[in-house]
């Protein structure tokens, strides 16, 4: 079956950098595009970035442009997700999501900026 499994999130202060990964198992992963949202407490999940199944094409929302990053290492079935000049509003659980036959979401990374 399809799994999805974040990881690299945590506490960082104001300015700090993560790297995210998404692990993804039971599909042909160089096949699907991939998307990362987050969610912060008592707001609805939003779409941060998009990377085709190739990784030649990527989009970004507005709020992320020039501090996120999308990658993906198709032969570690892998997504990453680069982020730098971090804000405490960028404090959210992040997610990685396909749709393969439905969409698919893991269970997502803590992300918590603060000083």
């Known amino acids: 079956q399809?799994?999805?499994v974040e990881s690299g999130g945590?506490?960082?202060q104001p300015g700090g950098s993560l790297r995210l990964s998404c692990l993804a198992s039971g599909f042909t992963f160089r096949s699907y595009a991939m998307?990362?949202?987050r969610q912060a407490p008592?707001?609805?999940r939003e779409w941060l970035a998009y990377i085709s199944n190739g990784g030649a094409n990527t989009k970004y929302a507005d709020s992320m442009k020039g501090r996120f990053t999308i990658s993906r290492d198709n032969a570690?079935?892998?997504v990453?997700?680069?982020m730098n000049s971090l804000k405490p509003e960028d404090t959210a659980v992040y997610?990685?999501?396909t749709l393969v036959d439905r969409d698919y979401w893991g269970q997502g990374t803590q992300v918590?900026?603060?000083s």
């Open 35 to 37: 998307r990362w949202y």
């Open 112 to 114: 918590t900026v603060s």
């Open 42 to 44: 008592g707001k609805e």
């Open 76 to 78: 570690r079935n892998t």
């Open 95 to 97: 997610y990685c999501n």
């Open 80 to 82: 990453y997700a680069q």
């Open 2 to 4: 399809v799994q999805l």
């Open 10 to 12: 945590g506490l960082v």
